[in-house]
């Protein structure tokens, strides 16, 4: 069973910065590709960031590049996603995913945490 747990949303001011962690298993994160998307009321899902492989390599959503970097700890089997300069439009609720393909445009994934708010005040 893969799960994905997310922590570090809350409410911040435009401008700031915000992290958010995501734990998985031993065996999820040495298997499967992770990565981060969000959901915004009354939109879809959409990819952010992710890994483009279990060893390396990085993908970014035009909106966040240069903003958002995505990183992992292996001996802690955490993801992360730092988020700088952040925006209104960027408040949504932010998804940990695992096993990420990136073959459909966009990329999708077969695993989902609950999912943690984050929420950019102006």
């Known amino acids: 069973q893969v799960q994905l747990v997310e922590s570090g949303g809350g409410l911040v001011q435009a401008g700031g910065s915000q992290r958010l962690s995501c734990a998985a298993s031993?065996?999820?994160?040495?298997?499967?590709?992770m990565g981060w998307f969000r959901q915004a009321p009354g939109k879809e899902r959409e990819f952010v960031a992710g890994?483009?492989?279990?060893?390396?390599?990085?993908s970014y959503a035009d909106s966040v590049k240069g903003r958002f970097t995505i990183s992992k700890d292996t001996a802690k089997n955490t993801v992360y996603l730092q988020m700088n300069n952040l925006k209104p439009e960027d408040t949504a609720v932010y998804y940990c995913?695992?096993?990420?393909?990136?073959?459909?445009?966009?990329?999708?994934?077969?695993?989902w945490g609950q999912g943690t708010q984050v929420t950019v005040s102006s």
């Open positions: 995913a695992a096993r990420l393909y990136y073959g459909t445009n966009p990329p999708r994934a077969d695993y």
């Open positions: 031993d065996r999820t994160f040495s298997s499967y590709v």
């Open positions: 890994f483009t492989s279990t060893v390396g390599g990085t």
